[in-house]
């Protein structure tokens, strides 16, 4: 079965600082990763995906993200975070074994970036 | 990428009673699905909105509860019948596989808020 772990439900940066926001997960075989945001009263926003190929993936807003398969991790990473970062974040995973897989997303993780 | 509207945005309803949320795709896409999410929490997926045939439900979700239409490759309908105030959320539609877009790439819609009094 598929699972996504969110250890963390809030992250605290100071602006100008790195973030991270920690992704785990678990699934049978070759997974896709992906990070989603969510703004208040906003739909949710493709940031960013790994499906094949480098390890560090760049996405939206100046977001990555390493996927570290001996970890089974897919952290989501800013070198310096912006007020404006302050959002709802989910991490995702679908298993690429099966073309009727389903999605299946992480508790959240709250980032409050501070001026 | 698809574009993904739904209808109506938010509602307010009486226990008891019933309400269709309708999403439109501006393209046909392979698969669609229906989230459910409360404020601040994740995204409970509902099921797999299947044309031509009966909806895929997950545990906790049953037909009689929330039925399902899709009568075509860009429009579904779910009904959240006999709300009670647990039923208050927010209703996502979500797609798979567009046409010519790779079959990974999921979308989502803006979704429908809730209330039920």
């Known amino acids: 079965a598929q699972s996504v772990a969110q250890p963390e439900d809030q992250v605290n940066v100071a602006e100008g600082n790195p973030l991270t926001v920690k992704c785990t997960y678990s699934?049978?075989?070759?997974?896709?990763l992906f990070w989603y945001v969510q703004y208040p009263n906003r739909g949710l926003q493709f940031l960013l995906k790994?499906?094949?190929?480098?390890?560090l993936v760049k996405g939206s807003y100046g977001f990555e993200a390493e996927f570290n398969k001996s970890q089974t991790s897919f952290h989501l990473k800013k070198p310096s975070a912006l007020v404006s970062d302050s959002a709802l974040y989910f991490c995702a995973v679908r298993d690429r074994g099966s073309s009727a897989s389903k999605i299946i997303f992480g508790s959240g993780t709250r980032l409050s970036i501070r001026p | 990428s698809a574009v993904i509207s739904q209808k109506p945005s938010r509602d307010i309803c009486q226990r008891g009673t019933s309400l269709t949320i309708q999403c439109q795709v501006d393209?046909?896409?392979?698969?669609m699905f229906w989230y459910r999410q409360q404020p601040g929490q994740s995204l409970t997926l509902i099921a797999t909105?299947?044309?031509?045939?009966?909806?895929?439900?997950e545990s906790g979700f049953v037909i009689d509860k929330f039925p399902i239409s899709r009568p075509n490759l860009t429009f579904s309908t779910l009904t959240v019948s006999n709300m009670s105030p647990e039923d208050s959320s927010i209703y996502l539609c979500?797609?798979?596989?567009?046409?010519?877009?790779?079959?990974?790439?999921?979308?989502f819609g803006p979704g429908t808020r809730l209330t039920v009094t």
């Open positions: 979500s797609v798979v596989g567009t046409s010519g877009g790779p079959a990974y790439e999921q979308y």
């Open positions: 909105a299947n044309q031509g045939s009966e909806a895929t439900y």
């Open positions: 790994y499906i094949t190929g480098d390890n």
């Open positions: 699934v049978s075989g070759n997974p896709y």
């Open positions: 393209s046909q896409v392979t698969m």
